[in-house]
């Protein structure tokens, strides 16, 4: 940890010396011990180093970046350079800001020792557990690690904050196979904490698992409806989420303008079953923000609860170019709001729809308009998943989708980076082949 505070204490005098307005600085050393699983078989065990520095400078009203992966001294002050050229030759601009408190804070959390006998196990207990329930999925790869990060972040005004951090997490993909025919692959993931319950038991992994074994072999649906379409978790979170996030409530889409709920603050913009919050510092949440890149310390907040715009989600640049307020964390941290009824429950109450698993298509535009292919996609007919679909295309308007909710599970896909559970939406245009 020294090492990596006289190298945030050089930039600082390096950024005094060239007389800034202010500089900051984020200096890290991640250490990650790492399995490695290619196709069904353990083929490696390494540990990876991963050095980041981080600067940020503000002179004469001008803003430079830089960054470098490496903490030898002459490439931290070549990309304290490059920050200084980056800032020389960009526009004036007075809305950046970072923090002025002068805090000062240590930040430890989580496992900062590995126990790599029992990542093993685990590791090892999830392949063997996938063949004995799942014979017809086929594991693509599979990445079990535990990581150590340790960290500081300076700046002028007097801001310090060091950091460590440990957590063990695991990525497994896969496919179902049956004879020639095969899925689409899926993947499930978590962050953790400790190695106490298998792999396979956590959450809805083995759902997922089963679900991705069901579609190895898919019909082509032949004909257009208009019908209900369930998301599950992780879909949930790409195509909802991310487009409310991307489009509506962030920097890019409020400092451009092109934002249809700019005037909507305090409004309703969705069912009111629907609600989300921005929380790293919720207990479910594994490796949280503790502060921004612009040195603020972080707090967990709604954007939208019972269906109404609570917050936008700006950065303090963004708050100071739209004359709104900042936000009081920068993460994707995201805890949503569930529902009562079982995935079960609202399944039998579906006449004719779609389970969606993932979405493939562009980004959706301005107005929330989105078209695209379905996949690990399943048929629901008078209350039962029937088929699992291929060449299924579905379509809509996502702020009118939000009013036209059936329903939003009690279950929830709960991996260490969010909890977010299933959401049925009616009124979707569905498109076979």
């Not at 005094?16 to 050393?29: D, M, N, P, R, T």
């Not at 991640?30 to 540990?47: A, D, P």
């Not at 989600?313 to 170019?321: D, E, P, R, W």
């Not at 699992?388 to 939003?408: C, G, H, Q, Y």
């Amino acid at each position: 940890m020294d090492n990596l505070k006289n190298i945030a204490n050089l930039i600082m005098d390096e950024a005094k010396k060239y007389g800034v307005e202010y500089a900051s600085c984020a200096v890290s050393l991640k250490k990650t011990k790492e399995f490695n699983v290619e196709v069904g078989e353990f083929t490696l065990l390494r540990t990876l180093f991963d050095e980041s520095v981080g600067i940020t400078i503000y002179k004469d009203k001008k803003h430079g970046l830089a960054s470098v992966n490496s903490l030898e001294m002459d490439n931290v002050l070549q990309a304290f350079k490059d920050a200084c050229i980056a800032a020389e030759s960009s526009d004036p601009d007075e809305a950046w800001e970072i923090d002025k408190s002068g805090n000062k804070m240590t930040f430890t959390d989580g496992p900062l020792e590995c126990d790599t006998d029992k990542l093993f196990m685990r590791s090892k207990e999830l392949l063997d557990d996938i063949n004995q329930r799942y014979p017809k999925l086929l594991v693509e790869n599979l990445i079990s690690d535990h990581s150590v990060i340790d960290s500081i972040y300076m700046n002028t005004y007097g801001n310090e904050y060091e950091s460590h951090r440990g957590y063990y997490g695991f990525y497994v993909g896969y496919a179902g196979h049956e004879g020639e025919q095969s899925s689409h692959s899926y993947g499930s993931a978590a962050n953790l904490h400790d190695l106490d319950t298998p792999f396979i038991e956590l959450n809805i992994i083995d759902k997922e698992l089963a679900d991705t074994e069901k579609q190895a072999v898919t019909v082509a649906l032949e004909d257009k409806f208009t019908g209900t379409v369930i998301f599950t978790p992780d879909c949930a979170a790409d195509v909802i989420f991310g487009t409310i996030m991307a489009n509506f409530v962030s920097d890019s889409g409020l400092i451009d303008d092109t934002s249809i709920w700019k005037d909507k603050l305090g409004e309703k913009v969705a069912d009111p079953r629907i609600g989300f919050k921005l929380a790293p510092h919720d207990s479910r949440i594994i490796n949280g923000q503790n502060f921004t890149g612009e040195g603020y310390l972080t707090e967990d907040y709604d954007v939208i609860e019972d269906g109404i715009l609570k917050s936008f989600c700006l950065s303090q640049y963004g708050a100071n170019k739209t004359g709104r307020k900042r936000s009081p964390n920068t993460s994707s941290a995201i805890i949503c709001k569930a529902g009562e009824k079982s995935l079960e429950d609202i399944i039998k109450s579906v006449e004719k729809g779609i389970i969606i698993g993932r979405f493939s298509g562009g980004r959706p535009g301005a107005n929330g308009e989105f078209s695209g292919i379905a996949k690990n996609a399943f048929l629901i007919e008078n209350g039962e998943v029937t088929k699992a679909l291929s060449e299924t295309m579905i379509s809509d308007n996502l702020p009118e989708m939000l009013f036209r909710l059936r329903d939003v599970s009690l279950d929830v896909k709960e991996n260490g980076m969010g909890s977010v559970p299933y959401y049925a939406f009616d009124g979707i245009t569905i498109s076979g082949k």
